[in-house]
């Protein structure tokens, strides 16, 4: 999420993603920290050959958005229907309230609320330049970095795959001119189905508006079929 209109970028890239500018005060007591925890005790050889996060073209899913050092932990859904995306946190009744979508080959993002954060109505709904859609997105996912399998610990204990991906700007040769990183998320899917999507986290640029620049989603329920993806009147038509 500069404002927070376009704070978003995605890698949250990811994946509604996402870019923002300001200070914001501590809020009440911090919300618990999502947990992933290695197995405990010598474990056999994974013989299993680990497939990088795919985003599926429908899918349903439901979970908590969380933004630790406010203090923040409200609804979150992120819906699929025929490779257009969305996602949304809170709502007109919780301390933060924003959507994201990939739409007809466009990435858009919408802030309505964000605590100490003036964002003076009408808010706009920012169209990210340049084409973006689904593919464009699994495409970077295969470039993610695996970093093992791992169990996230709840009411259910749910087995993982945990993987990395980056954003880098600057020059492309590492060592030979300036480069920065924009962006960093951590996925975490389904053992089984890489295309099941448990948990990520995303710390960068996209995260401005937090003061320790990372936000959490974690998703109790994903399933497989279409689910309800709308473009708000105030965005601007798709690119064509």
């Known amino acids: 999420m500069a404002s927070r209109r ?4 995605l890698v949250s890239v990811v994946a509604g993603g996402l870019f923002a500018l300001g200070v ?4 009440p007591e911090a919300a618990p920290l999502p947990r992933a925890a290695q197995a405990d005790g010598p474990t056999a050889p994974d013989p299993r050959e680990p497939r990088p996060p795919l985003l599926p073209a429908d899918f349903q899913g439901t979970g908590r958005y969380i933004v630790r050092d406010l203090g923040i932990d409200v609804p979150f859904t992120w819906q699929g229907r025929d490779g257009n995306s969305q996602m949304t946190a809170g709502g007109p009744d919780h301390p933060i ?3 994201n979508l990939i739409y007809e080959n466009t ?3 919408l802030t309505y609320r964000w605590p100490n954060i003036p964002l003076y109505p009408p808010q706009l709904c920012s169209k990210v330049p340049g084409f973006f859609n689904r593919q464009i997105f699994n495409d970077k996912l295969k470039t993610a970095r695996y970093v093992g399998p791992e169990i996230l610990q709840g009411d259910q ?4 795959d945990h993987w990395r991906v980056g954003v880098v700007g600057g020059s492309t040769v590492p060592g030979e001119f300036f480069r920065f990183p924009l962006a960093l998320g951590d996925i975490y899917v389904d ?3 890489p ?3 448990r948990q990520v986290l995303q710390f960068g640029l ?6 320790e620049l990372d936000e959490w989603f974690t998703l109790d329920t994903f399933e497989h079929r279409p689910g309800e993806v709308t473009l708000p009147d105030r965005c601007p038509p798709p690119t064509p």
């Open 6 to 9: 376009t704070r978003r970028t």
């Open 24 to 27: 914001v005060a501590p809020g």
């Open 97 to 99: 309230w924003f959507t």
């Open 107 to 109: 990435l858009y993002t």
């Open 157 to 160: 204990n749910r087995h993982v």
């Open 191 to 193: 053992q089984h189905d």
């Open 195 to 197: 295309s099941r999507w």
């Open 206 to 211: 996209q995260n401005l508006f937090d003061p």
